[in-house]
């Protein structure tokens, strides 16, 4: 039996993607440790004088923080979940999108503007509802010090000359650790943490798409966009509009990447104390940052969060234009990449 183009387009959706994130993958671990710890707690000379201070800082400053203590291998915390996740994500998101669009061109009327964007997100929600968890896990080895294994304390040392410390709320040793010690200690909620902000995320399409056709037609002219990736001027034209709408879409909506961090990473434990979260929902999340670190803690990674992105995104839509021209409105799901 012949496999079925949404099979096919997932299988080399997630290669490509897999290849990407990959590659990318030190500059995802930059960036979550970034997001995150802001919600840690951090011990410092200066901290005990009521000053705040930061255990990362900036692109280059964390990662020589985490080549130096961590190595080779925490640049690359976090990537037995990002693998194992790739190929279920593309498999759910295309096959749901394949019937969504179906059944909506059915109901109104042929492909459209609106038969895509809305087949984009019922398959985006689907994908994101039932491959949450290992991102929740990818998240947690990601933002975690190796250094605390082999401390009496949770508190580990930034580096070996200085007085700042981050505490870091738990500790796994591999993919299936991190899945039995979060059942265990936090129940299966735990799972689905940060669920909420990245069901917003979803927004991302509507702003990226949109700005790509639009890019896409001011760089190539809309006589080109009918004939494949074959040109030099096409293909550098695909390239400007697929950088700059993620930028534009990445700028418009990181925030809900740093509320999702902030949710997946912190630790609710259940025995003695109070049980409940530091973080509770979108609205409660949002101003507890504010108020604790201002609005540039929306922002923190988001440089990273460019150098990783824009380059995974560029690759995934040369590749759509190049394997699936198509006269549609825009390519359907490539978001998912970002």
């Given at each position: 039996?012949?496999?079925?183009?949404?099979?096919?387009?997932?299988?080399?959706?997630?290669?490509?993607?897999?290849?990407?994130?990959?590659?990318?993958?030190?500059?995802?671990?930059?960036?979550?440790?970034?997001?995150?710890?802001?919600?840690?707690?951090?011990?410092?000379?200066?901290?005990?004088?009521?000053?705040?201070?930061?255990?990362?800082?900036?692109?280059?400053?964390?990662?020589?923080?985490?080549?130096?203590?961590?190595?080779?291998?925490?640049?690359?915390?976090?990537?037995?979940?990002?693998?194992?996740?790739?190929?279920?994500?593309?498999?759910?998101?295309?096959?749901?999108?394949?019937?969504?669009?179906?059944?909506?061109?059915?109901?109104?009327?042929?492909?459209?503007?609106?038969?895509?964007?809305?087949?984009?997100?019922?398959?985006?929600?689907?994908?994101?509802?039932?491959?949450?968890?290992?991102?929740?896990?990818?998240?947690?080895?990601?933002?975690?010090?190796?250094?605390?294994?082999?401390?009496?304390?949770?508190?580990?040392?930034?580096?070996?000359?200085?007085?700042?410390?981050?505490?870091?709320?738990?500790?796994?040793?591999?993919?299936?650790?991190?899945?039995?010690?979060?059942?265990?200690?936090?129940?299966?909620?735990?799972?689905?943490?940060?669920?909420?902000?990245?069901?917003?995320?979803?927004?991302?399409?509507?702003?990226?798409?949109?700005?790509?056709?639009?890019?896409?037609?001011?760089?190539?002219?809309?006589?080109?966009?009918?004939?494949?990736?074959?040109?030099?001027?096409?293909?550098?034209?695909?390239?400007?509009?697929?950088?700059?709408?993620?930028?534009?879409?990445?700028?418009?909506?990181?925030?809900?990447?740093?509320?999702?961090?902030?949710?997946?990473?912190?630790?609710?434990?259940?025995?003695?104390?109070?049980?409940?979260?530091?973080?509770?929902?979108?609205?409660?999340?949002?101003?507890?940052?504010?108020?604790?670190?201002?609005?540039?803690?929306?922002?923190?990674?988001?440089?990273?969060?460019?150098?990783?992105?824009?380059?995974?995104?560029?690759?995934?839509?040369?590749?759509?234009?190049?394997?699936?021209?198509?006269?549609a409105p825009w390519p359907p799901v490539c978001w998912l990449t970002a």
């Amino acid at each position: 039996m012949a496999p079925s183009i949404s099979s096919t387009k997932a299988e080399d959706s997630a290669s490509t993607g897999l290849a990407s994130g990959i590659i990318v993958c030190p500059l995802d671990v930059i960036k979550t440790k970034l997001q995150a710890q802001g919600g840690f707690s951090v011990l410092a000379d200066r901290a005990r004088m009521g000053e705040r201070v930061l255990a990362y800082r900036g692109f280059v400053g964390t990662a020589r923080t985490i080549w130096t203590e961590e190595g080779v291998r925490g640049m690359y915390r976090g990537l037995g979940p990002l693998i194992l996740g790739y190929l279920p994500t593309w498999t759910v998101y295309f096959t749901v999108y394949e019937k969504s669009k179906d059944v909506t061109a059915h109901q109104f009327g042929g492909a459209s503007w609106f038969t895509h964007t809305l087949s984009a997100m019922v398959a985006g929600t689907s994908s994101t509802l039932v491959t949450n968890p290992i991102w929740v896990i990818k998240t947690r080895l990601m933002s975690q010090n190796a250094i605390a294994a082999n401390t009496s304390s949770q508190y580990s040392p930034i580096s070996n000359t200085s007085s700042t410390y981050v505490k870091v709320p738990y500790h796994y040793t591999s993919t299936l650790d991190a899945a039995r010690k979060m059942y265990l200690h936090e129940g299966i909620g735990s799972f689905y943490s940060g669920l909420a902000p990245a069901l917003l995320g979803l927004s991302h399409v509507a702003v990226q798409f949109p700005l790509f056709e639009a890019f896409k037609r001011f760089f190539i002219g809309s006589e080109q966009q009918e004939k494949g990736l074959t040109g030099f001027t096409h293909f550098w034209g695909i390239l400007a509009a697929s950088c700059l709408s993620k930028i534009c879409a990445s700028s418009a909506t990181y925030p809900h990447e740093v509320l999702r961090t902030r949710l997946q990473t912190q630790k609710v434990t259940h025995s003695d104390g109070d049980t409940r979260p530091r973080y509770r929902g979108i609205i409660h999340s949002a101003r507890t940052v504010y108020r604790e670190e201002g609005w540039r803690a929306f922002y923190a990674g988001m440089g990273t969060n460019m150098l990783r992105a824009v380059p995974a995104s560029a690759m995934t839509l040369i590749t759509y234009e190049s394997w699936f021209s198509l006269p549609a409105p825009w390519p359907p799901v490539c978001w998912l990449t970002a």
